[in-house]
């Protein structure tokens, strides 16, 4: 798998799967019914390093962002989002996208990452304990789950020096 930085001819590779996965309604605060402009200015306005994950056929099969979470002083902690072709998961999809985020962030200059709203019934929360996020805290029932009713919000974080 090849994890390249993306360029503006894979926003339409990217879009089907990200406009699926945001449409379940499980995983991210968006609206699930957000249009495809306002998704692609959300996962690749001009803050934001935008990767893709290629196959080895070249199809785009997951994508992430890396931005900073903050302002001003606070600019250098990191904030990323993550999204895998649903049809592609349990492969290392994340988890290879997840480390390499992690390592540009690094070399970014990004003193630690901040996740403010992982849903957490969400799978990934296992991948990202596994890379040594912490739960800081969660928001009690403040994400209306399609399955699992009102859920919490975790804010997680990691630190990267």
Avoid at 124 to 145: C, E, K, M, Y
């Amino acid at each position: 798998m090849l994890i390249r930085d993306a360029v503006a001819g894979d926003w339409p590779r990217i879009w089907p799967f990200w406009h699926r996965i945001v449409a379940a309604g499980e995983t991210y605060t968006w609206d699930p019914d957000t249009p495809q402009e306002t998704a692609r200015a959300l996962w690749t306005g001009p803050a934001k390093r935008v990767y893709v994950a290629e196959d080895p056929a070249g199809a785009v099969v997951g994508s992430a962002y890396l931005t900073p979470n903050y302002g001003g002083p606070a600019a250098d902690i990191a904030n990323a989002g993550f999204m895998v072709d649903p049809d592609r998961g349990g492969h290392g999809i994340g988890r290879a996208l997840a480390e390499h985020v992690l390592a540009e962030a690094a070399t970014h200059g990004y003193r630690a990452m901040v996740f403010n709203a992982v849903v957490e019934t969400n799978p990934a929360v296992a991948l990202w304990t596994s890379l040594g996020f912490t739960i800081l805290g969660t928001v009690p029932h403040a994400f209306a789950h399609p399955r699992h009713g009102r859920v919490g919000l975790h804010i997680m974080y990691k630190a990267l020096d």
